[in-house]
């Protein structure tokens, strides 16, 4: 079961590239729980701006903290905000999807106008509201992604849920006596899981832009925590002296969005049957026509 998924899955460019970085993500993360090769804290202004070598593999910045260090300490902010804001976007968006699915008429409506009105708030400026209030943070950032595409999953959601709910075996579940979450959880989930799977991966990879750009802002990380948008902002000022210490977050941050986006289209194709039975037909046709 779970070999034939990951052959599917890594059939494709996209999802061998995805699957690529997002392992080389977490295993950065992992070993910066434990190790980096210099202290990304600790100032040494005599190093300063050193340019790439074997002994700071990106340089150095303008207090002659070691770039690389930095990047691979903050990879664990990115893990972190990534996870929890994909699980904080789930529940949000399964919640949304069951009252504005399988309740009655009374709910349904207020839910619709609710998902309608949270959805025309960009998440980072949801995010900037929470940072006034509560101060910034990586929870904040969390919650603000989680609202923000979790609202979006639950509309998207909404339309593929009411499709099944017509269905036949829906219908057979309904009339066996199953409630409702019975017949969400066993029947309809499964059959909009690559939705909720495309969702998910755009709201890890939204939270890593939003942490960056909220830290970037001074709204995210706090400073005592590595972050590869508040080095992004650190850097930015010398762009014009010291073009090449910009590259790395900017990149590492491309990079890893970008694989995610990537990974999250593969599972999608590798996931939904309707796209493996338009496949099998058109090789059919192709078939027929040799």
Request: hydrophobic residues 55%; charged residues 10%; glycine residues 10%.
């Given at each position: 079961?779970?070999?034939?998924?990951?052959r599917?899955?890594?059939?494709?460019?996209?999802?061998?590239?995805?699957?690529?970085?997002v392992?080389?993500?977490l295993?950065?993360?992992?070993?910066?729980?434990f190790?980096?090769?210099?202290?990304?804290f600790?100032?040494?202004?005599?190093?300063?701006?050193?340019?790439?070598?074997?002994a700071?593999?990106?340089?150095?910045?303008?207090?002659?903290?070691?770039?690389?260090?930095?990047?691979?300490a903050?990879?664990?902010?990115?893990?972190?905000?990534?996870?929890?804001?994909?699980?904080?976007?789930?529940?949000?968006?399964?919640?949304?999807?069951?009252?504005?699915?399988?309740?009655?008429?009374?709910?349904?409506?207020?839910?619709?106008?609710?998902?309608?009105?949270?959805?025309?708030?960009p998440?980072l400026?949801?995010?900037?509201?929470?940072s006034a209030?509560?101060?910034?943070?990586?929870?904040?950032?969390?919650i603000?992604v989680?609202?923000?595409?979790?609202?979006?999953?639950?509309?998207?959601?909404?339309?593929?849920?009411?499709?099944?709910?017509?269905?036949d075996?829906?219908?057979?579940?309904?009339a066996?006596?199953?409630?409702?979450?019975?017949?969400?959880?066993?029947?309809?989930?499964?059959?909009?899981a690559?939705?909720?799977?495309?969702?998910?991966?755009?709201?890890?990879a939204v939270?890593?832009?939003?942490?960056?750009?909220?830290?970037f802002?001074?709204?995210?990380a706090p400073?005592?925590?590595?972050?590869?948008?508040?080095?992004?902002?650190?850097?930015?000022?010398?762009?014009?002296?010291?073009p090449?210490?910009?590259?790395?977050?900017?990149?590492?941050?491309?990079?890893?969005?970008?694989?995610?986006?990537l990974?999250?289209?593969?599972l999608?194709?590798?996931?939904?049957?309707?796209?493996?039975?338009?496949?099998?037909?058109?090789?059919?046709?192709?078939?027929?026509?040799?």
């Amino acid at each position: 079961m779970i070999l034939p998924f990951f052959r599917e899955l890594w059939r494709r460019p996209a999802g061998i590239i995805g699957t690529v970085v997002v392992v080389v993500l977490l295993l950065t993360a992992a070993v910066a729980l434990f190790w980096t090769p210099q202290n990304p804290f600790t100032a040494n202004p005599s190093i300063a701006w050193q340019a790439p070598s074997l002994a700071h593999l990106f340089g150095t910045d303008a207090i002659g903290s070691d770039i690389f260090s930095y990047l691979m300490a903050g990879s664990k902010t990115t893990v972190l905000v990534a996870f929890f804001s994909a699980i904080v976007a789930g529940l949000i968006g399964v919640g949304l999807t069951a009252l504005g699915s399988l309740t009655s008429h009374w709910v349904r409506e207020p839910v619709a106008v609710l998902i309608d009105v949270l959805i025309a708030f960009p998440i980072l400026l949801i995010a900037m509201l929470l940072s006034a209030v509560f101060g910034g943070s990586l929870t904040v950032v969390i919650i603000a992604v989680g609202i923000g595409f979790g609202v979006n999953l639950a509309r998207v959601a909404r339309g593929e849920v009411r499709g099944a709910l017509g269905t036949d075996y829906v219908l057979a579940a309904k009339a066996s006596g199953a409630g409702s979450w019975r017949i969400l959880i066993r029947h309809i989930l499964p059959n909009v899981a690559p939705v909720f799977i495309v969702q998910l991966s755009l709201a890890a990879a939204v939270s890593i832009l939003s942490e960056a750009g909220l830290s970037f802002l001074g709204y995210g990380a706090p400073s005592s925590t590595a972050s590869w948008g508040r080095l992004l902002s650190s850097l930015q000022r010398y762009i014009t002296i010291h073009p090449w210490s910009v590259l790395w977050p900017g990149l590492t941050i491309t990079i890893t969005v970008l694989g995610l986006n990537l990974l999250g289209d593969a599972l999608r194709e590798a996931t939904d049957p309707r796209l493996k039975v338009s496949r099998a037909a058109r090789s059919r046709r192709r078939g027929l026509a040799r």
